[in-house]
């Protein structure tokens, strides 16, 4: 343990490249303020997309100062009732400040409970997100939203819900899907086309 | 920190319950080795419903011992072609070994790669799923399956993906899930009336 | 361990306090959606003040739910030419983003190196501090200043130097701080006036 | 932090092996299924031997995507009156569930106390021992017993009390162990024979 | 979390004891410098026992605002020829540092290895034993010895082997220690007797 | 996870030195006891400088068997009227023992309440000072003094607050100092020259 452990990406061995836990630590001699820095959160990200919101991360692996120091940054747009469709983070809690705009959010708590808490959030108005639990946000308001919010882990991870299921590489087996969602295994195959694009 | 902090579910003050990260420790001259102890993960699980499966769960609720050691156990049964559905466990790897017959299984990565691995499992053979990410494993025999489970975590949580989704309570608005799953808004409230049960 | 452990804060015995890890959790059963909400995030603070500045903390005393999630946000105002002077956070990393004007920041990494690393940071602009190193944020600019902080604890604690050293209560033995600071022991006891206030 | 890091063996430097907290991870690219995959626990171990039982571990060391993620299970066989003698996990609680026979178990707390707490365990029941206790189990049956633990690590350690004390490599000096157990100097240098094998 | 939580130990409810991970936190308020502090590591333990050595334990038992902290010290003192019988501390590392005179020390790796690695250290010598592996200390010279240990765990627990294993109350069944052990049940029996004084 | 990991200090690729999270692990069965040793610990440091004190410590720099394992030890000696001055350990809470002569003791709490705890020590106290806190050690007495510390990190860090407010390499900003400090900048400007030595 030391004062930090800036993550070096460019390591390569002749033959392979090699991990650790990810990363490894640059040699703290030659270490920059610039390992601590990242710019651009200013900048919207493009909401042109089915869901209409865009996620910019700034985490270990686009700010390589945060290796081992357990937090990140998110910054996320959205067009009018753009929404960040229900997903979860495996490994951090999230706490979001709207910016700008109006958000209707929501959390659901584990089984066998599965209780939604959701919430309409103002400019200023801060929410949290409890780790692992699917969460979404919603701009139910006429203009551009944005929120920023803090992730408790350096890679926090990203899994949407939708994607996940019936957009992976390869596909999952219809009849999984079928029986878990109740639905007719023709539903399942076009949601799988919809969200599993190439990989179909 | 102790050899152990048996959970005291109990405890009740006289004008409202009081929870300390979710336990408190029982006086430790009053454990007993029934502190320690669960009886019945030989009795298989009903698998009289929709998706054929059925967990029975070993963790700090039905085992108040486990309290701060950070491991439970669980025993999923498997009806001919019966599935445990996708779901994920907020806090906690898994480790599956097959006792009895036949099982598919799999985990999707988080995005952007949403990477599916597979697996048939036989008796006997062991598979991990990592911490949070969405699984599921499927009977491919005609015959029962079960598998035993250990979870590291005290109360890892479960997160059924579609329970969590269309049958959360109260329901999630039905925009925000017709946008997510580009699904029409009729099928949505489907699987809202579907899954949600008497909370709808 | 559960979904979340929102803290507790009125909770009373009759004859005295309790605290548990500063903190009980409240019952889930009661626990609703204004649990996990703060609202005032978009209001400046009063840079009033000698140094300029003001710091509006969400953690686990102002949001509940935050309790054992492991993260909190920071607001922080700047008037122009006002500082957040030198100052650590015991418990926790801080990434911080510019969301109005132009700061110089800086940390100091720990003996015997005690290297100084800076950057001058514009809107959009992201740094990172790593845990209990000292750091600093001036406003170079001559308009206000705001940045928006999220920071890897639910209460990272915050120590200002000079109000640590020169203004604790009651206030250090000046001649601890002569050779220390190799002050006249007469400086010293200006800048614990000037610090300590009604503790002096 | 990433989703999961497998642990990479055969990675080695043209000069020396290097280790990092024990492993490598696989680059992500090249991960597959059978990283987190292990077959053969239905295959009873071979407990022709002193004590009568065999343990079959599944840990990083045999299952590598394993690595980081904090769990791994044994099977434990026991011939008749065979037993897994006194012994320590230094790094994991182990849950335990009879899938045959009976046993009679038990652990003993720390100094001063050394209380004992013991259950005799039939089929289905499951019993914790908590992380660094010594602990045991008896087949108290005529025929094999079998149980499945899960521990709270990816390599939990195991400490076999007598082979530690008696027959370590090289061994004890004995006037240790003759004070320690209050035994004669012959006793203990025999009991050093016994278990010290090819050491002595 | 907080700066500190220190224990409150004579909190007690009009009907039954309630302990929370063993501790509630004292009311910030009215902590007091005191709870910091611990006298009399000055003072030689009694050594006149079985094996001529004493341990002094400063934990969160005797110094309360240890509490969370995750710290210990230890003072040991040694009669000529007397030693520190083998044992494990199930939830810390030690690091010892001789004060006076000269020890043999040593500790065994976990199995199959059972390796020892020893050391005589004279005063200003250093040595450190890994969490939960067994190890022991003995006075080689002619004088009294002593040394003080630093240990990573407010309460890093002590199982002293021979104690546990043959001084447990109630007693290990014979049958187990005498297969464990491959001892005559007569010995096993004497060492019961003699370990377990009036647990017997 | 293994037993240990021992730190690998030599180990150098032919382009560039690599370091993981500071350290690589020594081959097991490379491994000897000396990995586990240090000494001289009994040599008084010299404490003819400026505060009379000097510190010797002892972590997994100069003990590499310590890696991983969350613990290290440190001797300060005091010369008469000597004083360890007001620092911080980033990473590690200190438990100290006074071995020789007379100490006073404080540590400053979080703001804003930024309260002093205070003691004088004598021979044999033990006095605890939280992580992340302020503090400092001042001889009292007109003899030398000696004590030994426990810190609850194998590198805990340490930020002399003069010099690192003062003597940063490059020197931080006067402006920042003379604000912060309420000083005027001459007087900032006198002691950077003081503390920064060459850097200046």
Sequence with gaps: MQDFCVAL?????SKSAVFVNGNFCKDPKLVKAEDFFFEGLNIAGNTDNKVGSNVTTVNVDTLPGLNTLGIS???????????????THPRGTEILVVVEGTLF?????????????????????????????IHFQLNVGKTNAISISGLSSQNAGLITI?????????????????????????????????FGGDNY
Tied chains: 1, 2, 3, 4, 5, 6.
């Design 73 to 87: 940054l998110a910054r996320i747009d959205f067009a009018p009732y753009g929404e960040n469709p229900p997903h």
């Design 162 to 194: 939708a994607n996940a299921v019936f957009g992976s590489n390869p596909p999952i087996n219809p009849n999984v899907l079928t029986k878990a969602f109740q639905l007719d295994k023709n539903v399942v195959e076009e949601l799988q086309k919809e």
């Design 9 to 13: 990406k460019d390591y390569s061995d």
């Design 105 to 133: 959010v929501g959390f659901v708590t584990s089984n066998p409970e599965n209780r939604l808490f959701t919430k309409t959030l103002n400019k200023g108005d801060v929410f949290v997100f409890p780790v692992g639990l």
